[in-house]
């Protein structure tokens, strides 16, 4: 079965780190292009990270620069996002997403209808 699957959320203090994997089955993941997008109560899924196929090229939004990053284990078929830093505005649900290659992160990778495979979903809860 081709799936996606998030892991490492959870609930840390303003200030603290998480770091997110997903796992590929199935197929390949260092042949896509990858992301990591999120979405808090209330609101639409926002796009933090896009990594081409290939890892030419990195794009991320500015709420996340300095504090988060992407990485990929091709070994492992599994995919990172560090958070550092967090603040409580970075409370939502993180799913990862791949994109058949090719794909540069152009300018409409922070929609999520442009991704085509997607992961369960790992809550993220920052709070004293």
């Known amino acids: 079965q081709v799936e996606l699957v998030e892991s490492g959320g959870g609930l840390v203090q303003p200030g603290g780190s998480l770091r997110l994997s997903c796992l590929a089955s199935?197929?390949?993941?260092?042949?896509?292009?990858v992301g990591w997008f999120r979405q808090a109560p209330g609101e639409e899924r926002e796009g933090i990270f896009c990594?081409?196929?290939?890892?030419?090229?990195?794009v991320s939004t500015h709420s996340v620069q300095g504090r988060f990053s992407i990485s990929r284990d091709n070994k492992k078929n599994t995919m990172y996002l560090q958070m550092n830093d967090l603040k409580p505005e970075d409370t939502a649900v993180y799913y990862c997403?791949?994109?058949?290659?090719?794909?540069?992160?152009?300018?409409?990778?922070?929609?999520?209808?442009?991704?085509?495979?997607w992961g369960q979903g790992t809550q993220v809860t920052v709070s004293s």
């Open positions: 199935g197929f390949r993941l260092d042949y896509f292009a």
């Open positions: 990594m081409s196929d290939g890892d030419r090229r990195t």
């Open positions: 997403a791949t994109h058949l290659p090719p794909y540069n992160c152009g300018d409409q990778w922070y929609d999520p209808a442009v991704w085509g495979s």
